[in-house]
C-alpha cells in the first residue's frame, strides 16, 4: 500500500513540474508595435528594441494602432502580417533560426521598417547597387551597368547624377524618394537611397517629355 502511494505521489509531481524542469523550454515573449503614427517597433519582455535573438521559439504580441498601417514579419521559416484595414492585438507563434529577420508595414516600406538577427552572425551586406543618372538638354537616362534601367530589386542604391544642362535638371521620385539638381546649374550628385517596392520617375522639370520611369520589385524571401 505504501508502495503504490509512493509512486501515485511521484507521478503527480512529475506532471507538475514546470517546462524547465522537464526539459521544455517556454517560448520568450516579444512586443510588436505600429502606428498610430509612422512608428514600427519591435521590443523584448523589459521593453528593450530587439536587434538580436537567439535561434528559438517566440510569442510575439501584436498591437496594430492604425487602419492605415499594418505589421509584416519576415525571415527564414516566418511570413506573418496584420491587415492595413484592421487595429488590435494578434499574437503570433513563431520559430527564428539563423538568419536576418526584418518587419515593416506593407504601405510605407521605407519608412517604417527595422531588422534583427538571429543566431549567428550574419555576413556584411553587400555594398550598394550602382545606377548612373544624365541629363543634357536634349535627353535624359538612368542606366545600370550601360543599359537602360527599367526594373531593380529593392535595396540600397548609389545614383550618380550628371547633369550637362543650364535649361533642365534631374528630378528622381517614388516611393520615399524626392531627390534632384537645380535648373539653372550644370553639376555631377551622388544620392545613396533606399529605393522600395513601386513606380519610380526621373524627369526635367523644365521639359516634361525629358523623362523615364522603372518599377522596384520586392526582395525574394531569405
Not at 498601417?69 to 494578434?90: C, K, S
Not at 550637362?164 to 531627390?179: C, D, E, I, M
Request: glycine fraction near 10%; charge should be positive; hydrophobic fraction near 35%.
Amino acid at each position: 500500500m505504501q508502495r503504490m502511494l509512493l509512486i501515485t505521489a511521484l507521478a503527480a509531481a512529475a506532471i507538475s513540474l514546470p517546462a524547465a524542469a522537464t526539459g521544455k523550454s517556454a517560448a520568450t515573449n516579444l512586443v510588436g508595435t505600429v502606428g498610430p503614427g509612422l512608428t514600427i517597433t519591435l521590443s523584448d519582455a523589459n521593453g528593450g528594441a530587439v536587434s538580436h535573438l537567439d535561434p528559438g521559439d517566440y510569442v510575439i504580441s501584436i498591437d496594430d494602432r492604425s487602419v492605415l498601417h499594418n505589421y509584416h514579419l519576415f525571415g527564414p521559416g516566418v511570413e506573418q502580417r496584420t491587415d492595413i484595414e484592421t487595429t488590435g492585438m494578434t499574437t503570433w507563434n513563431v520559430t527564428f533560426t539563423d538568419g536576418t529577420y526584418n518587419f515593416r508595414c506593407d504601405a510605407h516600406p521605407t519608412s517604417m521598417k527595422g531588422n534583427f538577427t538571429v543566431g549567428a552572425a550574419p555576413p556584411p551586406p553587400p555594398p550598394p547597387s550602382k545606377l548612373t543618372g544624365k541629363v543634357t538638354s536634349t535627353s535624359i537616362s538612368l542606366k545600370s551597368a550601360g543599359s537602360k534601367v527599367r526594373s531593380v530589386v529593392e535595396g540600397t542604391f548609389k545614383v550618380a547624377v550628371s547633369d550637362t544642362s543650364k535649361t533642365q535638371n534631374f528630378h528622381l521620385t517614388g516611393p520615399g524618394v524626392n531627390k534632384k539638381t537645380g535648373v539653372k546649374a550644370r553639376t555631377k550628385a551622388t544620392w545613396t537611397l533606399e529605393l522600395g517596392v513601386g513606380k519610380y520617375t526621373y524627369r526635367s522639370d523644365k521639359k516634361r517629355r525629358l523623362r523615364g520611369t522603372f518599377t522596384v520589385t520586392p526582395a525574394p524571401p531569405a
